[in-house]
Each structure stands twice: as structure tokens, then as C-alpha cells.
């Protein structure tokens, strides 16, 4: 699926696109409604650089055997697609 944000809404936003993928990955970080890998990969960063952002923000990474297992369910529908 892809989502398409009017230029009207980024330009409100004043961010770049690069800056409102970082926030809308750490929105949904902070909800977890991503996992960490899920949201790194959607910021387009590093998760080491990812965590680093959310230290930065004072997020706690909540990465349990839960979120684990959604990763790694993610690599292997990759490798089948």
C-alpha cells in the first residue's frame, strides 16, 4: 500500500519528507504500532541511528520477544516475496 500526503499538508507541516517519515515512525514507535525494526526501516535509518532518536527523545525502546518475533515474521515474508 502506499500513501500519498497532499504537498499542501507537507508544506503545513514544514518539515522535509525525510523529516516526516522520522516523526511519523516515532509516533507510531511510541504507539507501538511499528516494532523498532519496522520503524527504523520506515524513517530510512539505521536502528542503531533510529534509537538514537528516540534516546534523544526520551523514548524507552520497548523491544520484547513480542516484537521479535513480528521482525523476524517481516525478513522471512521478504525472502518469500
Partial sequence: MS???PDEVVR???LS????RLELAVLMFR???LTLGQASRFAGLPQAEFQQVL???RIPVHYGVAE?????ETLRQRRAG
Fill in 31 to 33: 504507539e507501538e504500532r
Fill in 12 to 14: 503545513a507541516t514544514q
Fill in 17 to 20: 519528507e525525510e523529516e516526516l
Fill in 68 to 72: 521479535l518475533e513480528k521482525d523476524v
Fill in 3 to 5: 500513501l500519498v500526503i
Fill in 55 to 57: 534516546g534523544a527523545r
